[in-house]
C-alpha cells in the first residue's frame, strides 16, 4: 500500500485537496450534501460578469477545486482515481501538472464563452484532459502496443458517450468545459508522450491559446450582456 501510495502520489494529492477545499464550501455553506451557489461565488468560482468583466481571472483556477455537491465532487474525484493513477504511470510530473491545467482552464475559458451568465465549478476539464492524454498516449504509441490501444479505445469510446449522454440530459453539467478538456489533453497527451522536452512547446502553445480567448471575451460579454 506504501509503494502505491508513492507511486501515484500526485494524483492523490489533487484529490486530497479537492476533498479539503469541499469541506470548507460545505462549513461556510452550513450544508455537506449541496453547496450555497454565493459560497460558491466568493470563494472563487467561474462567473462571467466577475471572471472577464472584473478581470477576476484567476477564477479560472480557483474554480476547479470548487465542487457543487457531494455527488459532483465523489463522481469527479473517482474519475480522476482511475484516469490520474494512469496518466502517472506514462507522464513525467511536468507533463501531467501541465496538462491537467491547461485542460481545466482553457475548459474553462470555453465554458465561459458557451455560458456567460452560468456559475461554473469542478475539476471536470482537466479530469477529462488528463482522459484525453491517455487517448493521446495510446494512439502515439498504436503501434508498439497495439493490443493495449485497441482495448483502451473501445473503453474510451464508451466512456465519453456516457459523459456525454449524462452531459446533455442534465442541464447543470457544462459538455463544453468536458470537450475543451478532452481536445486539449489530447494534444497534450500526444505531443508529450513522443517527447518531455517537448512541454515547452506545448505550454507556449496553451498560453497563447488562452491569451488569444481571453482577450475576445471581454468583447462578447459586452454585446451579450449590454
Do not use: C
Amino acid at each position: 500500500m506504501k509503494a502505491d501510495i508513492k507511486r501515484y502520489t500526485l494524483t492523490y494529492v489533487i484529490i486530497a485537496f479537492n476533498g479539503i477545499v469541499y469541506l470548507f464550501s460545505a462549513f461556510w455553506s452550513q450544508s455537506l450534501i449541496d453547496m450555497d451557489m454565493q459560497t460558491l461565488v466568493d470563494m472563487g468560482a467561474l462567473y462571467g460578469p466577475l471572471t472577464v468583466l472584473k478581470g477576476e481571472w484567476w477564477r479560472l483556477f480557483t474554480a476547479m477545486f470548487l465542487h457543487g455537491g457531494m455527488t459532483h465532487l465523489l463522481m469527479n474525484m473517482f474519475s480522476l482515481y482511475l484516469i490520474g493513477r494512469a496518466a502517472e504511470m506514462y507522464f513525467d510530473t511536468k507533463s501531467y501538472l501541465s496538462i491537467y491545467f491547461f485542460s481545466g482552464l482553457i475548459g474553462g475559458l470555453i465554458s465561459l464563452y458557451m455560458h456567460p451568465v452560468s456559475v461554473g465549478v469542478g475539476a471536470s476539464g482537466a479530469i477529462f484532459g488528463v482522459f484525453g492524454a491517455l487517448a493521446g498516449f495510446f494512439l502515439a504509441h498504436r503501434e508498439k502496443i497495439a493490443s493495449y490501444t485497441k482495448a483502451f479505445m473501445k473503453d474510451f469510446a464508451i466512456i465519453i458517450v456516457i459523459n456525454l449522454v449524462i452531459g446533455f440530459s442534465i442541464p447543470s453539467v457544462d459538455v463544453s468545459a468536458h470537450i475543451g478538456g478532452l481536445i486539449i489533453g489530447f494534444i497534450g497527451g500526444f505531443v508529450l508522450s513522443k517527447d518531455p522536452k517537448w512541454i515547452w512547446v506545448y505550454s507556449i502553445a496553451m498560453v497563447l491559446i488562452i491569451m488569444a480567448i481571453g482577450s475576445y471575451l471581454p468583447d462578447q460579454y459586452v454585446q451579450t450582456l449590454f
